[in-house]
């Protein structure tokens, strides 16, 4: 089985489809090799690591429109130590989370805590989307932007009718950098930097209001308990600063700001969620029009364009079909893990080129030709 060879034709230039960590251009790596090597070994208090960092603010604050009063905020660990640093510092009384996923109901999880009330979790069951709605003495309303799990895709918009003060937290950490949205919209847009800007893992990084600012700061100067790692506030400081509370991996760093550096060369958020949009529509396309695949997200409008979730018939064993994919160097196609189901995942990531995406579909095509 495993010894099948996809012909030439059908081979990915760059086979890399994982949802993260994800494809890193050589141009970003080769840049490290000259650029960011000399970074290496040297102290994140002096000039040259903080010009780094200041260099990710920056480019970000441009990626996402300049939005007036809003700051980058860069942390230690992360996505997960984003969601405790949450529960500590951001998060007031009560917050409302919109479930349709794994990594939506992780953040559920963490708002479970002795000095936060029970939170109201709306969940959607998997492929599906559901909304926030406005609830009185909810302060902050949860949500991923793309549920990396599943494929579904939420709009970025403040939720009408909610109490005054109250923030909106997105976890963009497979969108920020894929999928176009209006940062007004919004008050803490988070993530993680190993999906759409090709870097490695151990920073979270974050788009903040002045709201947002203000409710870190005010909780900072309450009794309430928090650990200086989980501490936003603690982050907010160091970040005004150009700089990360404990060493942060400077490789991380370095070809996070490379890719950055790109998007905006290229046209900016705008040019990045057109290449993320022509790459997902082939690989609907290519499902809608199969006999044995189809999209995994029945609603169109709900589909993620930057995580691409195709259901397999049963007459096809999708994970026979990824283990050759991957014996010929197509990689990380398989579905998440405890999602269960018969099919394959394929990210759609910014720097994913829509000529390999077209040459995956004609490998799984010839794959299942050969398997059947």
């Given at each position: 089985m495993a010894d099948i060879k996809i012909p030439a034709e059908f081979?990915?230039?760059?086979?890399?489809?994982?949802?993260?960590?994800?494809?890193?251009?050589?141009?970003?790596l080769a840049a490290f090799a000259t650029e960011g090597a000399a970074l290496m070994g040297t102290s994140h208090?002096?000039?040259?690591?903080?010009?780094?960092?200041?260099?990710?603010?920056?480019?970000?604050?441009?990626?996402?429109?300049?939005?007036?009063g809003y700051e980058i905020v860069l942390g230690n660990g992360g996505s997960t130590a984003f969601w405790d640093a949450a529960a500590f510092s951001l998060v007031e009384r009560k917050a409302q989370n919109l479930v349709h996923g794994e990594f939506g109901a992780k953040f559920a999880t963490a708002l479970t805590n002795p000095w936060l009330e029970k939170p109201t979790v709306i969940n959607g069951e998997p492929g599906s989307r559901l909304e926030l709605r406005a609830e009185a003495g909810v302060d902050s309303y949860a949500y991923a932007q793309n549920e990396t799990s599943t494929g579904v895709a939420t709009p970025v918009t403040r939720v009408a009718g909610a109490d005054a003060g109250a923030l909106m937290f997105t976890d963009a950490t497979s969108a920020a950098g894929g999928i176009d949205f209006d940062a007004n919209q919004t008050d803490v847009y988070y993530f993680a930097p190993q999906k759409n800007f090709a870097s490695d893992g151990g920073l979270w990084v974050s788009l903040m209001s002045p709201a947002a600012v203000e409710r870190a700061e005010r909780i900072a100067a309450s009794d309430r308990y928090i650990p200086e790692f989980l501490s936003v506030k603690t982050a907010i400081d160091n970040s005004r600063l150009n700089q990360t509370l404990n060493t942060p991996a400077i490789a991380t760093l370095f070809l996070l700001a490379e890719q950055i550096d790109w998007m905006n060369a290229n046209g900016g958020l705008a040019w990045a969620d057109s290449r993320t949009r022509a790459a997902s529509a082939h690989l609907y396309d290519w499902a809608e029009s199969s006999k044995f695949a189809t999209p995994f997200v029945s609603n169109p409008d709900h589909r993620s364009q930057v995580v691409v979730t195709i259901d397999f018939d049963e007459s096809v064993d999708a994970a026979a079909v990824a283990k050759v994919l991957r014996a010929n160097s197509i990689v990380d196609t398989d579905p998440y893990r405890k999602l269960g189901r018969n099919q394959l995942r394929v990210a759609t990531f910014t720097a994913t080129e829509l000529a390999d995406v077209q040459k995956l579909t004609g490998a799984i095509d010839y794959v299942v030709s050969q398997l059947g």
């Open positions: 081979i990915p230039e760059d086979g890399r489809f994982g949802c993260g960590p994800s494809k890193i251009r050589p141009a970003q208090r002096q000039a040259p690591v903080k010009n780094l960092v200041k260099r990710v603010q920056e480019g970000l604050l441009e990626l996402f429109h300049n939005p007036t």
